[in-house]
């Protein structure tokens, strides 16, 4: 038995991983909030997820409980409001504007007065950059309470939440000042309170300013890059985080074993977390996770094939009379009809590689991902990874069919020693190296012309 990686360690790497490939802005952040957040959060913006990942660092939750002390230094300016009076003085009166208001009723009325007293103006650039700040924190709250687990609480608790957002309605400063959403913040008005006396304004600006590189994916700015690794939310299950983990690994080998492949932009909708290329050499790679790709891996049960089935009692029959009673009873009980299938799946990771851009993959990679170390639940990985290798289909062709593109599959596991492969499975543990395990899969199996066409031009 191999040492298996804990979760920490595996969260560690996640975190290297998805900085790096955040930074070349070729990765699908689309699919990867699909991967990195719990299904029970109901997150699917990667903007949405990023406002979470801000609000919870802890910078920005120390920021939000400390700043009601400095609140009451906040800084104004002094305007002078002028308004028309009968019968009173209040304030200063300007006898001119005084005069000019008598003057125009013929001076009938000289009890009207113009008075001027000073108001504090709060509608300046320092105070829309924290007002704005801590609006974006408040709109985030009712997510963050909505996140029911332990993780989040640790970090911000109810009770903390809920007087943050009692202090931000309640309080006089804050109110005074422009609603956060109508405060359209310049580059000026950062500037002024990066330059401000008060600590406070200063903390605000910084942060506002990673907020917005949050949202502009400037991820190789370090304090970004200290928000995200310090707030990431990572999936609620190990085997999932293991599954991720997989997948960026598979990504870095590819890259090691082909050096002149380069991440691609990814259209948004596209559904690969990754597209890699080698224009010169006419190689193109799709890698999915938790998703088939151009590949499927369904096989219908025809209608009607009950009534075209021997009589004699066998276990394929058996089990078409099970899918069509299945299909007759969740008729009568509920508003839906199921599909029914001989067969479905889905594998972990699915890498599509092509020698031309827009034809069917001439080769497939296939993973499975267990988080065991336990024999059984290999022997089920195994098992499901020669279920997607015999149902599966690229175009009209079974992947297991000599026609169909080479196809070879591997199983993932944490802690349990790799074992030698078996036609076109391979075992590899989480601490192996899959570069090893790729390299020779892709030079001798799966791009063969590639090798031929190097032998050529070395002759």
Known sequence: MS??????????????????????????????????VPTELGISEWERLQRLHFCLAPPIVEFCESV???????????????????????????????????????????????????????????????????????????????????????????????RFQRRYRRNIHLSRMPPGEDCRITGRDLTAARQARTEMYRTAARWLAVLQKLRDEEYADPDVQTILSDSLVLPATDARLLELYTTFQVIEALQEVVPKLSLQPIESGESPVAKLADEEDSIWLNVYHDQTGNLT???????????????????????????????????????????????????????????????????????????????????????????????????????????????????????????????????IDVEASFQQLLEPLLRLNLLPQQESAHSVSAR
Not at 3 to 25: H, K, P, V
Request: a negative charge.
């Open 3 to 36: 040492n298996a990686l804990s979760r920490d360690e595996l969260e560690d790497a996640i975190l290297e991983e998805l900085l790096t490939y955040l930074q070349s802005g070729n990765l699908n952040t689309e699919v990867v909030t699909d991967a990195i």
């Open 68 to 162: 009601w002390d400095d609140l009451r230094g906040v800084k104004t300016v002094t305007d002078r409001e002028r308004n028309e009076i009968r019968g009173a003085i209040q304030g200063q009166v300007d006898w001119g504007q005084t005069i000019q208001t008598r003057a125009e009723t013929g001076f009938s009325d000289r009890s009207k007065f113009v008075c001027s007293a000073p108001v504090s103006e709060y509608d300046i650039p320092e105070n829309r950059v924290l007002k704005r700040l801590l609006w974006e924190v408040e709109r985030t709250a009712d997510v963050l309470r909505d996140i029911d687990q332990p993780w989040r609480r640790t970090r911000w608790d109810d009770t903390e939440l809920d």
């Open 297 to 427: 891996f369904h096989e219908p049960l025809p209608e009607g094939v009950e009534s075209r089935l021997p009589a004699d009692p066998s276990y394929f029959r058996d089990h078409v009379a099970s899918q069509v009673a299945y299909k007759q009873a969740v008729g009568r009980m509920s508003d839906s009809s199921p599909r029914l299938a001989l067969y479905n799946g889905r594998p972990d990771v699915v890498v599509e590689i092509r020698t031309s851009r827009d034809d069917d993959p001439i080769a497939v990679i296939l993973g499975e991902v267990k988080q065991t170390a336990r024999q059984n639940t290999f022997r089920e990985g195994l098992k499901e990874l020669i279920g997607y290798w015999h149902h599966g289909r690229a175009a009209q062709e079974r992947l297991a069919s000599p026609e169909g593109p080479v196809t070879v599959g591997f199983v993932t596991t944490n802690g349990l020693e790799s074992r030698r492969s078996a036609g076109p499975c391979f075992h």
